[in-house]
């Protein structure tokens, strides 16, 4: 049971937007404390894709956005490609646990 | 630009041991903090301990806590994980990350080396 919550899977069409949610709770997000996303690619190891809630590392297209509000955060993949298959998984620090991952979602591109 | 490369993955008997490092080079050490992430064969990223620039804090996931010793060379640029009695739970493979100087992101990984615990 992971202390970020998120959905096993999600889908969606090539061109379409696709939105994975990330719940915590009051030691993590409710804190205050920052959002991370990962992309990890088939076979790859995970690449940072979001931080500090909103902000892109050089690189990541703009496609790509990161959001939070209360205990909760999304990222949204607009213009979905056939390339953005991959799992995601969100990150945040946590006061009891130090540093803590979701469960990770995979995207399918259909 | 920034590298990370592990090595000293392998297969292990329970209760054995093994040491990983991690060899780091295209940014000033010293200045970041270094760890290691975990990821068991099909499963989600497990964060397992980190170490701060000058050596002088570090912390572990209560998962490793007790076995798990982590250690960082800046004069050689090298991280190292410890692992003793080892068990099945701990096979996985292991990234060496850098953390972010103000955030709490892993904003470089190495390609992660194997672990099997396995009699």
């Known amino acids: 049971q992971s202390v970020l919550t998120q959905p096993p899977s999600v889908s969606g069409a090539p061109g379409q937007t696709v939105t994975i949610s990330c719940t915590g709770g009051s030691s993590n997000f409710g804190t205050g404390y920052d959002v991370q996303w990962y992309q990890q690619l088939p076979g790859a190891a995970p690449k940072l894709l979001i931080y500090?809630?909103?902000k892109r590392p050089s690189g990541v297209p703009d496609r790509f956005s990161g959001s939070k509000s209360g205990t909760s955060a999304s990222l949204a993949i607009s213009g979905l490609q056939a390339e953005d298959e991959a799992h995601y998984y969100c990150q945040s620090f946590d006061t009891n646990l130090r540093e803590v991952f979701g469960g990770g979602t995979k995207l399918t591109v259909l | 630009q920034v590298q990370l490369v592990e090595s000293g993955g392998g297969l292990v008997k329970p209760g054995g041991s093994l040491r990983l490092s991690c060899a780091a080079s295209?940014?000033?050490?010293?200045?970041?903090?270094m760890g290691w992430i975990r990821q068991a064969p099909g499963t989600g990223l497990e964060w397992v301990s980190y170490?701060?620039?000058?050596?002088?804090?570090?912390y572990y996931a209560d998962s490793v806590k007790g076995r798990f010793t982590i250690s960082r060379d800046n004069a050689k640029t090298s991280l190292s994980l410890q692992m003793n009695s080892l068990s099945v739970e701990d096979t996985a493979v292991y990234y060496c990350v850098r953390l972010d100087g103000d955030y709490e992101a892993f904003n470089s990984w190495g390609q992660g080396t194997l672990v099997t615990v396995s009699s």
């Open positions: 295209g940014f000033t050490f010293s200045d970041f903090y």
């Open positions: 500090g809630d909103i």
């Open positions: 170490i701060r620039g000058d050596g002088g804090n570090f």
